[in-house]
């Protein structure tokens, strides 16, 4: 099925404010956690294109070495307006099914992106893996597109389970934990450098957070 990713971007500058990094930290840490998850993205067989909504010209030049759509979100009034600007494209574009995903999730792999899609059993269906402490979605699965409206920024993933429980009898919840690990606090850089889940990633962070 003719599928693609959606990656909103925010900008580095405005990203990460529970951290209190550095503003130079904190774009390193931006550009370590965007720049893995694209790369896997773009190394998985289940998608097609993968549409980048941004203001940053940074980000789009990125973007550019995977073949990326660039679409600009000036505004960066918030998650759901950005994957609206995509769904515009995607709705024009002959794409049958999208996956949302964060820039924070540095340890998904290409296995799990697969995983993610094996719970796409209906033409109509919508799978979600919400985040670690289950107050986010970190993968979002619509299929087709436009069968559900997103709820990002009302917190909980619960509002997007419900949003697709009104839209069709086939949603799943997938617990898959590599996509579940964001980072959004040192409770979980200490957590991922714990497990040493993607190793070179870990290593980065280290470096970033000064730790030994």
């Known amino acids: 099925m003719k599928t693609c990713a959606i990656i909103p971007i925010k900008s580095f500058s405005k990203a990460k404010t529970r951290l209190k990094l550095s503003s130079e930290k904190t774009q390193i840490l931006c550009n370590v956690m965007f720049e893995e998850v694209l790369q896997t993205v773009a190394d998985s067989a289940c998608i097609e294109k993968i549409i980048l909504v941004s203001k940053e010209e940074e980000i789009f030049k990125i973007g550019k070495k995977f073949n990326c759509i660039e679409i600009c979100d000036d505004d960066e009034s918030g998650v759901n307006n950005a994957v609206s600007l995509a769904d515009s494209w995607i709705s024009n574009n002959g794409f049958l099914r999208s996956v949302v995903f964060p820039q924070d999730i540095p340890f998904m792999t290409t296995q799990d992106i697969d995983s993610l899609f094996n719970f796409c059993k209906n033409e109509r269906s919508v799978v979600l893996v919400p985040s670690r402490h289950f107050d986010g979605t970190n993968a979002l699965v619509r299929t087709p597109n436009d069968i559900m409206k ?9 509002f997007q389970f419900e949003s697709a429980m009104m839209n069709t009898s086939h949603y799943s919840l ?19 450098i714990q497990k040493n889940i993607k190793p070179s990633i870990c290593q980065k962070l280290k470096e970033i957070f000064q730790l030994e």
């Open 150 to 158: 997103t709820r990002y920024d009302e917190g909980s993933y619960a």
């Open 174 to 192: 997938a617990l898959i934990q590599r996509i579940m690990l964001d980072i959004d606090s040192y409770e979980d850089v200490d957590f991922v």
